[in-house]
């Protein structure tokens, strides 16, 4: 009876299991063509107050990179590599509104995309 009921306590928990944070959705200025325009892009994602993010609060961006090696029986090598920071400017219990804080411009891989993207991984920055 006891093992049931923690079976039953651990498959109700849904704590355990880890979530992935994700960029999910982003905005834009509308590039009017002006020189020296400055377009300002907002980032939402699925991390909010719930888990510790305030305003201010900054986040790293992780991009999983994923290759075939043909030398290992075909196998998939992941690499999690950060490629920057955001800066939350607005945070509710689930989710959160950015903007760029910084893009990491040493060391690190080249990416099809250079930015930003839907998709890209989230979580709270530890100093």
Known sequence: MKLLTLLTTLLMCQSLWAKSYVIFSMAQDLP???????????????????QGVRKDSVVD????????????????????????????????????????????KENTPIFEIPQFMIGDHVAVSVD
């Open 32 to 50: 009017m063509g002006v020189e020296n325009e400055v377009v300002r892009k907002n980032y939402y994602i699925n991390m909010g107050t719930g």
């Open 61 to 104: 961006v992780f991009r999983i990179i994923s290759v075939q090696n043909p030398y290992d029986a075909k196998s998939r090598v992941n690499y999690k590599v950060k490629i920057g920071e955001l800066k939350i400017i607005h945070s509710m219990d689930n989710a959160s509104i950015a903007m760029v804080n910084e893009y990491e």
